[in-house]
């Protein structure tokens, strides 16, 4: 176990500068840099003004400067500063952060609790008519566009029937505090969570419900049952324990991109998260900002697959660490 | 000039607002919040470096100008209550506003004025440099009192004084800092009659009313909230629900649009937006093989039916251009110029006179069309236009980009044939006409200036002599000529004058008061019965 974590702590660093080295090459092929993007939304500019900018930015520099120096601030665990945002990276997603872990923390649960009680059902009952119904609705909602399910759900409960709010996280003009504030941003929370829990409900469900069925198949489950051995139980301790991993492996990756957000989901409900954040860096060229956000998701996707791993070997005593 | 100026004023849908409807049985009332669309999120809350529309929609509300500009687009006093230009147009002064306070209590004066002047407006202020360029000293015989002394005459400038045309900023904090990065940009500190609360980036911005506003009574709304919703529908959605009361600069799609002016709740207007007087332009690369050839370019704009594209592509929220000032700029417009009446036939034959024949599959040849990434109008723009030049025998190619690589392309590779793109004209074509011709912009790879690489050396001289005179009657001269000139090069193609509309609540009054509106404040604005959800 030991030698396994300091295996990983070692392949982790060199993994992590080759993301931050490839990251900020491919970043900078995009075309055109932000002193252009700002002069382009202001309408206006003089030479004078957008050699100003590039100053400020340090797009003046030499690429390789403007790498060292990035790499410099990475090994001091600083990630540099937005000159467009006029705030450090780090700050701008400290502020993003609650929002995004809460959205996707919720999302992520919801549909993990309920797509694995859905499949679960569904493989139980394969063949009847529940199955049939709770593969369609899985099958209909991982088909159906994210945005489309959220704006149908605001015309719904937002306008039609004034049930829930229609986006944003907080309602700032009410000046909330304490337990008000948190029912109040539980409110807002309720769309954006489903709409983003729905689709990946579907596919826990689809997942589940194929890894249970298979594993009916296998042996040990047919001489569970010559043995005597009730349905209930064998569907509990014998099929759903060994059906859990390549739900792990799913929850693995989903967790690892928890902090690039939804951007469609966080778009559709003005919801401040990361995403959004993300995305519109890159159309802005504010590239300090988007390696940050970059380098913070890739660290999070490495440890996660860390994570998974050990609890591979907690499900199934049978995986060796190597 | 009035006439004129009604006439291009304005559509508005339902009824008008404004002090004659208060008089009715509602009784108008002090204080509410007013929830407002901001879209997308400002980079920075202070317009003395960034003149995106966010940044002054936020800002016009914070930071008071010298003047105001009513519906034809006349100064009004604000900061400075009176001024005088010279005859020779070389002495300008401005007789201030005395006891105006900074919302940190510090006094404003004559000298702010002077330091904005020569720290900002001269200098790294991307529109006005030019302006300013010949004011050669700033003299303030007293706190009320700005003199500024010109070398040449700059009659433009006064047509961008306003709170976020020349901002004044306050001296006492960003004297001996550098402009740029001083911390008061995103915590700005104004005289203007809401004072800077709270930036949540992602969420809003909000501002509070000043109690000490100069102007007493002012304003009558306790908080603006300008709120970020990226997603169009949504906004549609917070707007129509009533979570939002005004939403300035086209917040939602047109067809939207259609559908919210007809609710009773809700009114769609297009005053407001004089000041700017946007225009969509057609720029021709003229060292393109085919179209360096003016022929080729008359064609083309003999090929496009401007009042369908109005009509189809722009809902009828624009009119047909036929001069790159537009018809707003009452003084400077020429009606009287070289036209383009859409004539398919006559483009054919310009094309044929050209020596561009139709191939055996009916092609002249092809061309590639970039369009302004600005959103779905400006892509059905590039496909209306696909269509009309696929009449005439030229099969056109879109290509799409986001903004960044769009400006690279055309201001600095200039790596494209024909692209669309808007300029707003503001009220003296020196702002923001003539950028798009004098060619001394060419080389600089500076965005919005000459895109389509014209060169003329009579255009040139006529756009910096009218930068220089001093006689009104003669820059009108000057322009016509300049208009007349570049309209038969044609280098750039005007095509619509645009008018963008705000949706806003109808329990609001005083929310169009003024031709720049929507870069200036809300302080006239208040609810006439109580808004919903507050």
């Not at chain 1, 390696?291 to 490495?302: A, D, M, N, Q, Y």
């Not at chain 2, 709270?198 to 009574?217: C, F, I, Q, S």
């Not at chain 2, 092809?366 to 400006?378: A, C, N, S």
């Not at chain 2, 600095?412 to 006409?433: L, T």
Request: proline content about 6%.
């Amino acid at each position: 176990m030991l030698t396994y974590l300091r295996r990983s702590a070692a392949q982790v660093v060199f993994v992590l500068l080759g993301i931050a080295l490839i990251n900020f090459f491919l970043l900078h092929l995009a075309p055109g840099d932000a002193a252009q993007v700002l002069a382009g939304e202001s309408g206006a500019a003089t030479p004078e003004y957008m050699e100003a900018l590039r100053r400020q930015f340090g797009l003046d520099q030499p690429l390789y400067v403007q790498f060292l120096r990035y790499l410099g601030n990475l090994v001091t665990f600083d990630l540099g500063y937005s000159f467009r945002q006029s705030l450090p990276v780090s700050e701008l997603i400290l502020q993003r952060l609650p929002a995004t872990l809460l959205l996707m923390g919720t999302a992520i649960g919801f549909a993990l609790v309920a797509g694995c009680a859905l499949g679960f059902l569904a493989a139980r009952r394969a063949g009847k008519l529940t199955d049939t119904v709770i593969s369609i609705v899985a099958l209909l909602f991982y088909a159906t566009p994210v945005f489309w399910v959220g704006i149908m759900l605001i015309v719904v409960f937002s306008v039609m029937l004034d049930w829930l709010p229609v986006g944003g996280m907080t309602s700032v003009e009410a000046n909330l505090s304490g337990l008000a504030l948190v029912g109040d941003v539980a409110l807002h929370l309720v769309l954006p969570a489903v709409t983003l829990g729905l689709f990946y409900l579907a596919i826990y469900a689809r997942l589940m419900r194929a890894a249970m069925l298979e594993v009916y198949g296998q042996d040990f489950v047919r001489t569970a049952r010559a043995k005597g051995v009730r349905p209930r139980r064998i569907a509990w301790r014998h099929v759903l324990r060994n059906a859990l991993l390549p739900i792990v492996t799913t929850l693995g990756v989903q967790l690892g991109s928890i902090l690039g957000g939804a951007v469609l989901v966080e778009t559709v409900f003005s919801w401040p998260g990361l995403g959004r954040l993300a995305f519109a860096a890159l159309f802005q060229r504010d590239l300090n900002l988007l390696l940050g956000i970059l380098f913070c998701s890739s660290v999070v996707v490495v440890l996660v697959n860390i994570a998974v791993d050990l609890v591979y070997t907690l499900l199934d005593p049978r995986i060796e660490l190597n | 000039m009035a006439a004129a100026a009604a006439m291009t004023a304005a559509v508005v849908v339902g009824v008008l607002p404004g002090p004659q409807g208060s008089a009715v049985a509602q009784e108008a009332r002090q204080g509410g919040t007013l929830s407002i669309i901001l879209q997308p999120e400002p980079v920075t809350l202070t317009p003395s470096t960034n003149m995106a529309q966010p940044t002054q929609v936020v800002a016009g509300n914070i930071f008071d100008g010298l003047v105001t500009y009513d519906f034809e687009l006349k100064p009004k006093p604000a900061l400075a209550e009176r001024w005088e230009v010279a005859p020779d147009g070389l002495t300008i002064t401005f007789h201030l506003r005395g006891g105006v306070k900074w919302h940190d209590g510090q006094p404003f004066s004559a000298a702010d004025v002077k330091w904005s002047l020569e720290n900002v407006w001269k200098t790294i202020h991307p529109r006005n440099k030019s302006l300013f360029e010949n004011v050669t000293q700033v003299d303030t015989p007293d706190d009320a009192t700005v003199i500024l002394r010109l070398s040449k005459p700059s009659l433009p400038i006064l047509s961008v004084l306003n709170g976020v045309g020349a901002p004044i900023l306050p001296k006492h904090l960003y004297e001996g800092t550098d402009v740029l990065n001083n911390p008061y940009n995103n915590k700005p500190v104004g005289t203007g009659p809401f004072v800077f609360k709270e930036w949540k980036r992602g969420e809003y911005v909000k501002l509070t009313r000043n109690p000490d506003y100069w102007e007493a009574g002012k304003p009558h709304l306790d908080r603006l909230l300008f709120r970020m919703i990226p997603d169009a529908a949504a906004r549609a959605a917070a707007i129509e629900k009533g979570e939002i009361q005004y939403a300035p600069y086209n917040p939602v799609p047109f067809r939207d649009a259609e559908r919210l002016a007809k609710l009773p709740r809700l009114k769609v207007d297009t005053r407001g937006y004089e000041w700017l007087s946007p225009l969509l332009y057609l720029d021709f690369n003229v060292e393109n093989q085919h179209l360096k050839d003016v022929r080729v370019r008359r064609a083309i704009a003999h090929a496009i039916d401007r009042a369908a594209l109005a009509k189809i592509v722009w809902f009828g929220y624009a009119k047909p251009a036929i001069s790159p000032v537009p018809s707003s700029l009452v003084t400077f417009h020429n009606a009287k110029l070289p036209q383009y009446p859409f004539d398919v036939k006559k483009a054919e034959a310009l094309l044929d006179e050209a020596g561009f024949k139709r191939d055996a599959n009916g092609v002249r040849f092809t061309l590639t069309h970039d369009f302004l990434p600005y959103g779905d109008d400006y892509r059905r723009t590039g496909e209306f236009l696909k269509q009309a030049l696929k009449r005439v025998g030229i099969e056109v190619t879109i290509r799409s980009q986001d903004s960044a690589a769009f400006i690279k392309r055309v201001y600095v590779d200039r790596d494209f044939d024909f692209a669309i793109s808007y300029n707003n004209a503001f009220p003296d074509p020196q702002i923001g006409v003539v950028r798009a011709f004098w060619s001394g912009w060419l080389g600089t790879g500076t965005p919005w200036t000459n895109g389509s690489g014209y060169r003329n050396a009579k255009a040139d001289a006529l756009i910096q002599e009218a930068g220089v005179e001093g006689d009104p009657a003669k820059r009108i001269a000057q322009f016509n000529e300049f208009q007349d000139i570049v309209l038969g090069d044609v280098p750039s193609l005007p095509l619509l004058e645009l008018n963008f509309f705000s949706v806003y609540s109808a329990d609001l009054e005083g929310i169009v008061e003024q031709g720049d509106q929507v870069y200036s404040s809300l302080k006239n604005a208040r609810f006439v019965d109580a808004p919903k959800g507050n």
